[in-house]
């Protein structure tokens, strides 16, 4: 139990080396967000591979060659998503870590924007994520009270002199400042503070999903911290064929034919195919729908709830029609934070059942969420697949049938144009975490609930009714203690004792629903459901 009052993933916030001037890199297309309106198709019949060979590409991936370094994907050229801006907190500073750059967020009132600022105070290097905002709107480090502007700027020095030298507008009082925006409801940031990319978002936008901006889908997020690595997390999202195990009686995976159904979970041949596979990832459609890998973080899923037009028309633009009726989609965005840790934001932007989200509260709908990806937890780890190295991953991993195309086609993609794993540059020595134990794995307060603004409000007006119910128990006991011999009827007692007793156990409920919920809830699957 002492283990769950510590944060479980200390590695989140802080680390030694310096990223605030990371190398320049040529510039590089961003592909658009396909939407259910109008896609820019990585799709075209003519380039549709043959299903094996991509296969054997993937488990056999061929050298880096020069062709393959023309197209290198470059990791510090890309818009990464930070957080949901639903769940910061405009009044404090925040900690956050993206691609191994330890990073404040805080909003600044002067200028009305949030801003991403490296997480290191330029005096003594103390971290800023741990400052308060001052009365004058400025990000302040409490170690030795310095005060910065959301330029990065050293607004005030304590220790200076009034009548000296004015020593904070020195460029190494700034802080490193990183190119930030806010779109779909997420706060963005660009990870190279080098002033040529301060107008980045001018020629450079992330990746736009109309959907979740607008008002007729349902854009619910949630945000979690997970204990192992990106790779996996992407691996795991592209695996149709361990929804019906993994997340037995938890996700609907829909009625099996007579003719294929070989188990209670409904396990069943996939179909599968792989189109165009780029620099900028791929697409592929299956029996449920249809999926795009946007690199570096994005992972759309449109089911059939949407359908396709199955022509093209020129110019390689597939239009979808405006109304099908019901249209659907799940938005997944894989952050990459640290060797061994990631950090997922979800939406499942929809067009019907809308009204659900007028009545239900956010962080109802987090307990099916977060139930999801606890069952997942102690099955996605790396270390195996480290020992052999990522391009000999096949040597442990056996994949003979469709269903894992899109992961060996992921793979493929690593391999050929990502340098086989996210470039750390050379902030970590490329070991993984050890495995953490099983109270930090399953941990819910620390990897989601303490950042989340609806399940936190929620968990302490829980424990507030926990505390009630369990005072209104103590209170009706001593009244009927209290009462003189003959002041109330036998009948009464009965009733103000029994109702003392339904407050204590309802007491009792609540604090097993309050740590499950928002706290711990280990996962075995065995027993469960």
Not at 7 to 36: G, V, W, Y
Not at 145 to 150: D, E, S, T
Not at 474 to 503: D, H, N, T
Request: proline share 8%.
């Amino acid at each position: 139990m002492e283990a769950l009052k510590a944060p479980p993933f200390p590695s989140f916030h802080r680390q030694s080396i310096s990223t605030r001037n990371p190398s320049n890199t040529l510039e590089k297309p961003i592909l658009n967000i396909p939407s259910s309106r109008r896609i820019s198709p990585l799709i075209s019949r003519n380039q549709k591979l043959n299903l094996k060979t991509l296969a054997a590409a993937a488990i056999s991936p061929a050298p880096l060659h020069e062709e393959f370094v023309s197209e290198r994907f470059d990791w510090y050229e890309q818009w990464y998503p930070v957080w949901p801006v639903c769940d910061l907190d405009s009044r404090r500073p925040h900690a956050k870590k993206v691609m191994g750059i330890d990073l404040v967020v805080w909003w600044d009132r002067n200028e009305n924007a949030w801003k991403v600022f490296d997480d290191s105070c330029p005096h003594r290097l103390a971290p800023l994520s741990e400052g308060r905002i001052d009365q004058w709107g400025r990000l302040q480090c409490v170690y030795h009270g310095w005060c910065f502007g959301g330029a990065g700027d050293c607004k005030f020095i304590p220790q200076a002199p009034r009548d000296g030298p004015p020593v904070h507008t020195s460029n190494k009082a700034c802080v490193a400042v990183y190119p930030s925006c806010v779109q779909n409801g997420i706060l963005w940031f660009w990870p190279n503070s080098d002033p040529q990319y301060k107008e980045i978002h001018s020629t450079k936008k992330p990746h736009y999903i109309p959907e979740l901006d607008d008002p007729s889908f349902t854009n619910t997020m949630i945000a979690r911290e997970l204990a192992y690595g990106y790779e996996a997390l992407i691996e795991n999202l592209m695996d149709p064929a361990h929804v019906p195990y993994a997340h037995y009686g938890i996700i609907r995976t829909g009625k099996v034919p007579e003719s294929l159904k070989a188990d209670r979970e409904g396990g069943r041949p996939l179909k599968i195919s792989v189109q165009k596979v780029d620099v900028n990832g791929f697409t592929s459609k299956q029996m449920f729908g249809e999926n795009h890998f946007i690199a570096p973080c994005l992972w759309l899923y449109y089911d059939h709830f949407s359908p396709r037009t199955n022509k093209t028309p020129k110019n390689d633009v597939v239009s979808f029609p405006v109304s099908p009726k019901k249209k659907s989609m799940f938005v997944f965005y894989c952050i990459p934070v640290s060797p061994g840790y990631s950090r997922l934001i979800f939406a499942y932007p929809r067009n019907f059942s809308v009204w659900m989200e007028c009545i239900v509260p956010r962080w109802m709908s987090h307990l099916g969420q977060n139930l999801i990806l606890d069952s997942d937890l102690n099955l996605l780890h790396e270390r195996k697949l480290k020992e052999v190295g990522a391009l000999n991953w096949q040597k442990t991993c056996y994949v003979p049938t469709k269903s894992d195309t899109l992961v060996a086609t992921f793979r493929r993609w690593l391999n050929r144009y990502g340098g086989t794993q996210v470039d750390w540059r050379n902030k970590y020595t490329g070991e993984l975490p050890p495995t953490p134990p099983r109270e930090q794995l399953f941990d819910r307060y620390w990897t989601h609930t303490v950042s989340c603004s609806s399940c936190s409000a929620a968990y302490k007006r829980l424990n507030a009714l926990e505390i009630a119910l369990q005072v209104i128990s103590i209170a009706l006991i001593a009244a009927v203690a209290a009462a003189k011999q003959g002041a109330i009827s036998i009948a009464v007692r009965y009733y103000v004792a029994s109702m003392a007793v339904l407050c204590f156990v309802a007491s009792k409920l609540l604090s097993h629903f309050i740590y499950k919920t928002f706290r711990y809830h280990d996962y075995d699957h065995s027993f469960f459901p």
